[in-house]
């Protein structure tokens, strides 16, 4: 197997936050691994992403991988059961909506209608990959997917 180089991609602008949304979507992860700590107003997330940039191979593979948003002024859920640490969440997207310049939220919304969104003073994020990737029980499946 050759060895599949971990992905690092910084987000200062919607364009970039676009390109991290891509590489999360369809991550999954546990609500107990969101922290947000207010004294360094920074955000972060551990998933179990699914590789999409090793291309169409039949099965794939997930890695761990850790999302930091730094500037983070507050951040608010909607429908994420706070009281359940174990509970598992589908990452669909990531979206910059925009505030007053630079600043706006991060929404990172979720199958099953839950949202969280994290206020900002401007786009600051960064997705690295943490763990050597393994091979994904399964593929994820799109209504566009044939």
Do not use: Y
């Not at 994290?118 to 994020?125: N, P, Y």
């Amino acid at each position: 197997m050759a060895r599949r180089q971990p992905i690092r991609l910084a987000a200062q602008d919607a364009d970039d936050l676009a390109v991290i949304s891509a590489a999360l979507q369809d991550a999954v992860a546990q609500l107990g691994d969101f922290t947000f700590d207010r004294k360094t107003r920074r955000f972060t997330a551990v998933f179990n992403r699914f590789r999409w940039e090793d291309g169409k191979a039949r099965q794939g593979w997930r890695t761990r991988s850790a999302l930091d948003v730094s500037g983070v002024l507050h951040v608010r859920s909607k429908r994420l059961k706070q009281d359940a640490p174990g509970a598992i969440v589908s990452l669909l997207s990531l979206i910059f909506e925009e505030g007053d310049a630079p600043g706006g939220e991060i929404c990172l919304a979720f199958s099953g209608s839950g949202e969280l969104r994290i206020k900002v003073e401007c786009i600051d994020a960064l997705l690295v990959d943490i763990a050597e990737p393994w091979p994904a029980k399964g593929r994820p499946k799109h209504e566009t997917d044939e």
